[in-house]
């Protein structure tokens, strides 16, 4: 299995506050996500990370922000949480070169009440 | 833009039926295509892929075949067991490293 942890596994929150939750590998993988599981709605991407310090928005990146300040760490925050961000949140890690190596590997999750 | 269209579910089976999930995609060029599943309280996990037309992703017992002229990805096991039951997703990767999935499938077998 892929070297990757997320803190917290579980969160309860209240509306407004600032919440992080962190991605860690131990793979060195260049690429690292932040996904979204909602039911219906199956997994959309935050926002992605291309290398250090180098961030880009995905589908659903409004009130989420991102840092990547070391290869292995990858820091999602909602600046201002809502109770429509209450979520499973999952942090995936690739090291894309080709097709060859096209696969993304996944980490527990993240579950995430905001009240 | 990319998409992927799964069927939807729930989807419940018998032990040892055979399974099958639809699934089509809509994307420029020439994707890679692929099959996650994902177990009770768990994350995601890569259950087969294919990365150009005609082939053919397998692994426990599923298969997958990239089908171009139809758009198609369809998942298919012979024989199912109980712990198969898990939600299966479907995704595509187009001209960038970002995955687009499908709503996912929700599979039920029972004894």
């Known amino acids: 299995d892929a070297g990757i942890t997320q803190s917290p596994r579980h969160k309860v929150t209240e509306t407004g506050t600032p919440v992080t939750l962190r991605c860690h590998q131990t793979?060195?993988?260049?690429?690292m996500y932040w996904y979204r599981q909602d039911p219906g709605h199956g997994l959309r991407l935050i926002h992605y990370?291309?290398?250090?310090?180098?961030?880009d928005k995905g589908e659903v990146s409004d009130g989420y922000s991102v840092s990547r300040s070391k290869t292995e760490d990858f820091l999602l925050t909602l600046e201002s949480a809502t109770s429509s961000q209450t979520s499973v949140y999952f942090c995936?890690?690739?090291?894309?070169?080709?097709?060859?190596?096209?696969?993304?590997?996944f980490g527990p999750g993240t579950r995430l009440t905001v009240l | 833009g990319d998409s992927v269209t799964q069927m939807e579910g729930p989807v419940t089976l018998s032990e040892e039926a055979f399974l099958t999930i639809n699934c089509t995609y809509t994307a420029t060029g020439y994707p890679s295509l692929f099959w996650y599943v994902q177990y009770p309280g768990e994350g995601l996990q890569l259950l087969l892929k294919a990365t150009k037309a005609d082939d053919k992703g397998s692994n426990k017992g599923f298969e997958a075949t990239y089908r171009k002229e139809t758009t198609s990805f369809h998942l298919e096991k012979g024989s199912v067991q109980v712990s198969d039951s898990a939600v299966y997703f479907c995704a595509l990767r187009g001209n960038d490293y970002k995955l687009s999935f499908g709503a996912g499938t929700t599979v039920t077998v029972r004894a």
């Open positions: 990370s291309y290398g250090v310090k180098d961030t």
């Open positions: 793979e060195n993988h260049r690429y």
């Open positions: 995936a890690i690739s090291d894309y070169r080709g097709r060859d190596t096209d696969t993304q590997y």
